[in-house]
């Protein structure tokens, strides 16, 4: 399974950015997409995942800012992401995993990772 990530780029406070993750391969209609963000400690942060069914999650931190959608027949998932602020730029990174289920990713991190896209929120 390959994830391709694109969107990220710079825009000012308040704006807003929508990053796009292609998958390739047969598992995409039965599995959970998300995306993942680089804190600055070691863990990546689960900012949003959705499944096949569309059922999501988000962190506290982008609740009613961002959210998380995704297009079986595209194999596409996407992240609008409204509002934005300088405390969201960092590295997104679209993940996924083969569990059906949000809290098995949460709880075991993702069986795929795509490249990370920049995402930089200016002041």
């Known amino acids: 399974v390959q994830l391709q990530a694109s969107g990220g780029g710079l825009v000012q406070a308040g704006g807003s950015l929508r990053l796009s993750c292609a998958a390739s391969?047969?598992?995409?209609?039965?599995?959970?997409m998300g995306w993942y963000r680089q804190t600055p400690g070691p863990q990546r942060e689960l900012v949003a995942a959705i499944t096949s069914g569309g059922s999501t999650y988000y962190a506290d931190s982008v609740k009613g800012r961002f959210t998380i959608s995704r297009d079986n027949a595209k194999n596409t998932v996407y992240l609008q992401m409204n509002s934005l602020k300088p405390e969201d730029t960092d590295d997104y990174y679209c993940?996924?995993?083969?569990?059906?289920?949000?809290?098995?990713?949460?709880?075991?991190?993702?069986?795929?990772w795509g490249k990370g896209t920049q995402v930089t929120v200016s002041s």
């Open positions: 993940a996924a995993h083969s569990n059906p289920k949000i809290a098995t990713m949460q709880r075991n991190g993702p069986h795929y």
């Open positions: 391969g047969n598992i995409f209609s039965s599995n959970v």
